[in-house]
T-cell receptor, first 113, second 117 residues
Framework: EAQVTQNPRYLITVTGKKLTVTCSQN?????MSWYRQDPGLGLRQIYY???????DKGDVPEGYKVSRKEKRNFPLILESPSPNQTSLYFC????????????FGPGTRLTVL | AQSVAQPEDQVNVAEGNPLTVKCTYS??????LFWYVQYPNRGLQFLLK??????LVKGSYGFEAEFNKSQTSFHLKKPSALVSDSALYFC???????????????FGSGTKLNVKP
């Protein structure tokens, strides 16, 4: 089954404790992206990647890091989480063309205390 | 600056009536427009997209959307709403930017559709 998986689905952590949210897709998609969803703000793009070792900032990259060492994986790293990063995070992937739709993962709900 | 606006936080409609969820955009260049739907505790699912050609685009579950270039709008429509259509709907635009023609996505704030029996 074609899918995007994220782990963990739920995470409660404390300020400053480094964490990683994993994202994996099995569709051989070149394009992958991370979003955060906040009430009233919709989805905002954090980082995206056009292919292995090729990443770029989205609209809200501050406080986040990403890496793309393999085509299927695109982890999101929070080196020193803060409470304002409490949010619902989605990973998505698509083929490389602008016309292609994105497939979204189930989401990771992160709470930073 | 690129932006997408969904002016209604919530739309209420009776089952069987037509529905419209509004979306306007402001981007440089030619936009690629999308609608996604989100059910509770789920990720977003693709509904339909406009790339080029016919301004009326048909998508999943009987939804359609009309691209209006002069009004920079891409409203989502359905002739007859179902209770099961109740969900959160997002309009999105994909634009090219950056040195390597990378692609960014911009989403609206979402519109909650309530369809009552």
């Amino acid at each position: 089954e074609a899918q995007v998986t994220q782990n963990p689905r739920y995470l409660i952590t404390v300020t400053g404790k480094k964490l990683t949210v994993t994202c994996s897709q099995n569709m051989n998609h070149e394009y992958m992206s991370w979003y955060r969803q906040d009430p009233g703000l919709g989805l905002r793009q954090i980082y995206y990647s056009m292919n292995v070792e090729v990443t770029d900032k989205g609209d809200v990259p501050e406080g986040y890091k990403v890496s793309r060492k393999e085509k299927r994986n695109f982890p999101l790293i929070l080196e020193s989480p803060s409470p304002n990063q409490t949010s619902l995070y989605f990973c998505a992937s698509s083929l490389i063309l602008s016309t292609d739709t994105q497939y979204f993962g189930p989401g990771t709900r992160l709470t930073v205390l | 600056a690129q932006s997408v606006a969904q002016p209604e936080d919530q739309v209420n409609v009776a089952e069987g009536n037509p529905l419209t969820v509004k979306c306007t955009y402001s981007v440089s260049g030619n936009p690629y427009l999308f609608w996604y739907v989100q059910y509770p505790n789920r990720g977003l699912q693709f509904l339909l997209k406009y790339i080029t050609g016919d301004n009326l685009v048909k998508g999943s579950y009987g939804f359609e959307a009309e691209f209006n270039k002069s009004q920079t709008s891409f409203h989502l429509k359905k002739p007859s709403a179902l209770v099961s259509d109740s969900a959160l709907y997002f309009c999105a635009v994909r634009v090219s930017s950056g040195l390597y023609n990378f692609n960014k996505f911009y989403f609206g704030s979402g519109t909650k559709l309530n369809v009552k029996p």
